[in-house]
């Protein structure tokens, strides 16, 4: 099993994007994920308005060699102009992105599948992929309604986004893994958090966006989880944990992230 690393944008939510660029190569990871685009109410991100920001931060690529994997996040709303989401692709292919997180809020899935049909087709324009994560309390709750907004929109460049805390609280096993053709599987997100948990959606939006565990730390089953997906994948291991931040520098946060997936990999082969 051969995996590539990538330090994903919320692991160190607190630094700016040229400087994660560095701890991911001071860290062993060989690429990174940043946020242009706002999950919530937040607004945009520097890397979509801030020129200086942008080009130091293809300064730190080039200078470390560390790759983009993926750029986030366009939603999929009822109001949703794929027209919106240009200038956004058109910064992460500067970048050098290859994949992009995509997510489902649209209750009318038929406008959902189309909707992201024409984000596929404007982000093959720029050679990227569209990864659809599943998130429980999204419209798109499970692989299984990932799956029909995939096929449904049929674009080569579509894809399902797994994201290991979004797969184990919508009840997920392996084998409902298994029902995704790999050509649908670009990059699977890792983490961990305890088995018991709060179902609200604000229990699952905490617990994702700030209270994560690094992986090996909790009790989601990581092991059958990395065993379920293809070889030689990109793992981006996604650890927001606001008591980690306040504790431990952002280059231990990073190391002790990877070591932590390093772990489950060893006992995956083992």
């Known amino acids: 099993m051969a995996y590539s690393f990538s330090l994903a944008f919320l692991t160190l939510f607190d ?12 860290t062993g990871f060989s690429h990174v ?26 300064a730190a ?3 470390t060699g560390i790759k983009l994997a ?30 992009v997180l995509v997510a489902g809020d649209d209750a009318d899935e038929a ?9 596929c087709e404007a982000a093959h324009h720029y050679g990227m992929t569209a990864d659809l994560e599943f998130m429980p309390w999204t419209k798109v709750p499970n692989i299984a309604s990932a799956l029909r907004v995939v096929d449904g929109a ?36 890792f983490c961990d958090a305890m088995a018991e948990f709060d179902p609200s959606t604000e229990g699952l ?3 994702a966006r700030q209270a994560r565990l690094n992986p090996g730390e909790g009790e989601i089953d990581l092991v059958s989880l990395l065993q379920a997906i293809p070889d030689e994948m990109v793992l981006s291991i996604e650890v927001p944990n606001f008591d980690y931040a ?24 083992s």
């Open 70 to 99: 993926d750029i986030e996040i366009v939603r999929l709303g009822e109001a949703f102009r794929v027209e919106d989401t240009f200038r956004f692709l058109e910064r992460g292919a500067v970048l050098g992105a290859k994949n």
């Open 33 to 58: 994920g940043f946020r242009l685009l706002p999950s919530a109410s937040e607004g945009l991100y520097p890397l979509m308005t801030d020129d200086k920001v942008f080009k130091e931060t293809r």
């Open 205 to 207: 939006i905490h617990i």
């Open 154 to 189: 049929n674009q080569s460049n579509g894809g399902v986004l797994i994201d290991a805390l979004h797969y184990h609280r919508a009840g997920m096993k392996p084998q409902d893994v298994k029902t995704i053709d790999p050509k649908w599987l670009h990059y699977v997100q």
């Open 15 to 26: 630094v700016s994007p040229s400087e994660a660029v560095e701890i991911a190569a001071k």
């Open 61 to 63: 690529m080039q200078d």
């Open 111 to 119: 406008r959902l599948i189309e909707n992201y049909g024409e984000f």
């Open 246 to 269: 306040k504790k431990q520098s952002p280059t231990e946060r990073a190391s002790r992230a990877l070591d932590g997936m390093k772990s489950i990999i060893e006992k995956a082969q």
